[in-house]
């Protein structure tokens, strides 16, 4: 198990990102499919500030440090997906 690649999942808890769609990721463990539950976890981070830019779009998530942009479940299950096959 320890050559499985780990997904660290922060959904930002910013005043912004939890108005634009955030406060519904957090649902996300209860969508992974059986073969992502034990490679997933989710926590929270404060407003990294991400919102200041206009050209970003919240909510924000970062996947292993990597920022995604209007983030959805759908979206942060799709890239950890494609991670996977890449790895
Ligand atoms: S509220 Fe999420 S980055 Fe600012």
């Not at 930002?12 to 769609?21: A, D, I, Q, R, S």
């Not at 490679?39 to 970003?56: L, Q, R, W």
Request: hydrophobic share 40%; glycine share 4%.
């Amino acid at each position: 198990m320890s050559n499985e690649k780990m997904y660290n999942v922060k959904i930002c808890t910013g005043t912004l990102c939890h108005v634009m769609g955030g406060a519904e990721l957090p649902a996300l463990i209860d969508f992974l499919p059986n073969s992502l539950q034990s490679k997933v976890k989710v926590t929270g981070m404060v407003c990294a500030n991400y919102c200041k830019n206009p050209e970003n779009k919240p909510p924000f998530v970062l996947i292993n440090n990597e920022l995604i942009q209007e983030a959805s479940i759908e979206k942060i299950i799709k890239h950890i997906q494609k991670s996977e096959l890449e790895f």
